[in-house]
Nanobody
Framework: QVQLVESGGGLVQAGGSLRLACEAS????????MGWFRQAPGKEREFVAA????????RYAVAVKGRFTISRDNPKNTMYLQMNSLEPDDAAVYYC???????????????????WGQGTRVTVSS
């Protein structure tokens, strides 16, 4: 079992930056593949970025590639999402998720994640 708490959301102007954090408690953080998802009003939850257990492998959604960077600090039990050049379409509630399966690597599908945080809201003004 792991508990996830996101932070770092807020209001930012288009073109600005935010860094989200996801702090984990409970079972060893480094045993989880991790990911970020987002959900805008009236839309389904969508994949944003994912990272392997050690952090050596990452994947990004096409919409954010080149603007967002996912990373993790295992000794600090924390994952990050650096978001640059934010656009109004990036506005959403951002969720972090953890996948405990031993054979998972970089996971991009939401149904494969067992644990979710409560979300942090990102608002982008144009």
């Amino acid at each position: 079992q792991v508990q996830l708490v996101e932070s770092g959301g807020g209001l930012v102007q288009a073109g600005g930056s935010l860094r989200l954090a996801c702090e984990a408690s409970g079972r060893t953080f480094s045993s989880y593949a991790m990911g970020w998802f987002r959900q805008a009003p009236g839309k389904e939850r969508e994949f944003v970025a994912a990272i392997s257990r050690s952090g050596e492998a990452t994947r990004y959604a096409v919409a954010v590639k080149g603007r967002f960077t996912i990373s993790r600090d295992n000794p600090k039990n924390t994952m990050y999402l650096q978001m640059n050049s934010l656009e109004p379409d990036d506005a959403a509630v951002y969720y972090c998720a953890a996948d405990p399966r031993p054979l998972s690597f970089v996971v991009v599908t939401s149904f494969e994640y067992d644990f979710w945080g409560q979300g942090t809201r990102v608002t982008v003004s144009s």
